[in-house]
């Protein structure tokens, strides 16, 4: 059975904001994040799109760039997940980011 | 590492249990399909809806993992610094330990961290990404059709907002965002709130009914998101809302006629607030966040945010929520290296958005400390106040108006308003803050219950609140005085006092007496030569009698008998005859006012033993050799009396006469002498003279005498530095102010209200100046200051009484120096120091400090090696029951002459004549 295609994290460019609607209404794609805008009223947004469909975009008038392979990105973030449960078996509250500063280290 | 599913309920549950005096576990009603039990944290303090809160909710979108780790991080960080004490420190930006503290002692902060845990599940531990961008919805089957590709509803689609997809415009394409096709990512659900998760979402908005401010954590874009969702934003036409159906078809669609009504003022909050966040989160490491609504591009139906906001439109009894939208980072799930900095960024934003969002949200609560008001044992006669205590939380100003009352509803007597309405300014943080409506009561009769009520109306609010008033009366004590003056010839004598005779001291000094007496105090007046004569029964001082001016009158009108000699028993027993009939004081007392010996019958030794049953106090003028006090002093010391004498007066001399009688006052009434200074008051300086008020001083009179008090501006200032002045005593309650020739004073009823601040314990301050344009200030314009005393009584429960005795009345003997105190009797334990000042008869001085030999008992002793005048200053400081600073003050005079252990002079029984005086009738004294 052949491995399935990636999926790309993509930058789709239309040319302007009714554009873009229209790409995103006749593909459905899966948006991430907002939309941008250029000057000259080009509209950006990132989507992630099978590798197999990309072509169809840019067929579409849509200017795609592949940013990522998703699939590839993802694998290696589910090895950034914890494994059992650190929670029970080291300190039993985590420490936030934050550094506990007394007031004198305050700027 | 990022937290698994478990790990992130493991580390909520972990932080309530190991916070718990400062957060609280929220166990969600609402199991998921996965049948795990969410859980929440509320953290500050009291029971949910006793604060305003923030509620923020994270994880909704499986595949948006960072969004657990920023809310487990911020309530990890939170509960750590306020416990520790410390600030929090995010890169370039930082917060005080006062501001932790501020924010969860203030606010309440709802944090959801993994509202979607079977989705976070499946994307962390099987997701393969394979046909998008990883899995976004829950993992509910119900809808799925059979496929395992189409489980799950998009739980930020299902909220109860324009979830019918009809009311938006067909040109708007809402199902390319929001679908009805359970197989696409943006599935909206069969229903409204068709799932376990947002039911969770939505039950902790219903149990948190004070929450104000809604966070919805995703990720990505680096954006903050206000309201509206469907259509832009506008603020012009309120009709043009999402629910009204009149617009139904036409939503959706940017820059067409359709858009958002969003009122001004709430954009203008949703637009500070989010900028405070994007700003606080900047200063970490510079990153820009973008504020801006939620619609871009396209519309969105169903989200959180829509639907919070949204509540207080559909539900008018719902409050106001302002809600938000964070997109974190640049991607889904950053390397955890970066996700690390994305929740510093996060963190730091979101608290300076709430330790903002009080202030910025303009909102207010108002609640009421104290169920009523209760006036306990107040003395008949007596006007006091006691305030109904509100909490207030706000930043902005709020009012508290009077709708109906202060009313009695039953019992004699009325209430008032002694300042009127209540209100407090805008502020610049919500910390809590009181407000004090002030009722005022007058005692009516000894035993009377009064009932009354007051409502209020807080007018941000929309509140009203109902307070009932209860007040009893109890008697107020009344104490008769006479005054007993001397009219002998030799009162016609220089005084010493240069161009005055002693008669015009005593008229210069004698009339403070009667200014200071209490309203319901009795005084009356007799004189004497070698008789005694009536001239004023007792009356009553002030209120309805005129006892006050009969006897400033009387004074005025005391004149020498050219020919008088000095009969002091007549004169007592005169006195005492007057009040011995009298009813209803609690106690009495004889003020004697001589300046000579004793020469002519009825001499006090003819008295019959224990009749005198008054407390009698003597003010003598001149030296003890002049005056020879052998039977006075005994007098007044058998009867709880003390006796004053001037010795030589001097030009500078000319208040201390007018002193005694203040103090004699004090004495008979009872009264705590707070501080006694004197001085000049030049022009130009501000003469500032502090005393200090304790919880146990009911009342007080600041007093100050003055050749000329007109040439002064006296004021007072509360501890809180609030200045009354008895020519604007608008807005102050508890203050009356009497001015007397050369005598003025305010007399307090404690607590004052002073422009809707109380005042009572704490250090307040005599303020005096010296102005040209001050009237009858000429007399500062020859070099010289105008001369002043100040001097402070309090009626109180905490008392210093001092006692000078002495084995001998002739030189050299002892002193023996004793001070008392007691606070609502109970003996001051080593809280007190004592010394006294003491003026010998060659011009030295000595200090003389006092041990306490028990609780509240203090003595010394110290040697009178001269005959003559040993005036006696007692001054006390220490701290009251609760810490409060005080101070006292008390003068005496020990006396030493030749022949003051002789016996006193009495009229000689038949065989025997005791001394110098018998038979000498008419001589001159």
Known sequence: ?107 | MYLNVDEVDTAVVNLASTYSSICSLITLPNTTFGTRTCHALRLGGGAAGSRDCVTIIGGQHAREWGSCEILVDLAADLLEAYTNATGLAYGGKSYTAAQIQTLLNTLHLVIFPLVNPDGRDYSQMHDPVHTDGGWRKNRNPANNGGSDACDGVDLNRNYDFLFDLSKFAPAAHITDYTSKNPCELTYQGPMPFSEPETLNVRWLLDTNPRTRWFIDVHSYSQDILYSWGDDQDQSTTPAMNFANPAFDGSRGVGGDAYKEYIHADDLSVVVALATTFATGLQAVRGVSYTVKSSYDLYATAGSSDDYSFARHIVDPSKGKIYAFVIEWGLEFRPLWSEMQNIIADVDAGLIAFCLAAPCAAGLTAVGLDTPAIVFSAVPAGVETTRAAVFSVESCGAVDLIVTSGPAVTSGPGAFGLPVGNASLPAAPDAGQRDLRLWVSFTGTNAGDVTTGTVTVHCPQTMQNFVIPITATTIAQPKVASMLVLDRSASMDDPSGIPGMKRIDVLHAAAPGYPALLADNAGIGVVSFDQDAHPVMPVEVAGGAGTGRTDAANAIALHATNPAGSTSIGDGVELAHATLAPLAGYDSTAIVVFTDGEENTAKFIADLPAGTIDDRVFAIALGTVDEVNPVALNQLVNSTGGYLLLTDALGPNDSFRLAKYFVQILAGVSNAEIVVDPQGEAFPGVEVRIPFDLVESDYGADAIVLSPSPAALRFQLETPAGVRIDHTALGGVAGVMFSAHPQLAFYRLSLPVVAHGAAAARGRWHVVLTTARDVPGSNVASKGRGVPYSVVVHARSALTMDVFVTQPSYVAPTTLHLRAVFTEIGIPLDHRAHVRAEIARPDGTSTVVPLMEIEPGIFEATTPAPLNGTYPIRFRAAGKSLRGFPFTREQTRTALAWRGGNTPPPRTPTAGHCCCEACGKQTARA
């Open chain 1, 1 to 107: 059975m052949a491995e399935p295609k990636p999926v790309y994290r993509v930058l789709v460019t239309a040319r302007d904001r009714s554009a873009m609607l229209a790409l995103l209404h006749r593909h459905r794609l899966d948006i991430g994040g907002s939309p941008r805008y250029s000057a000259d009223g080009a509209v950006r947004i990132e989507a992630y799109v099978p590798a197999d469909r990309v072509a169809e975009l840019e067929a579409d008038g849509a200017r795609v760039e592949i940013v990522a392979d998703e699939t590839a990105a993802n694998r290696d973030r589910q090895q950034q997940v914890g494994r059992g449960n650190r929670f029970l078996t080291g300190d039993p509250v985590p420490h936030g980011v934050g550094r506990k500063v007394r007031d004198r280290d305050v700027s």
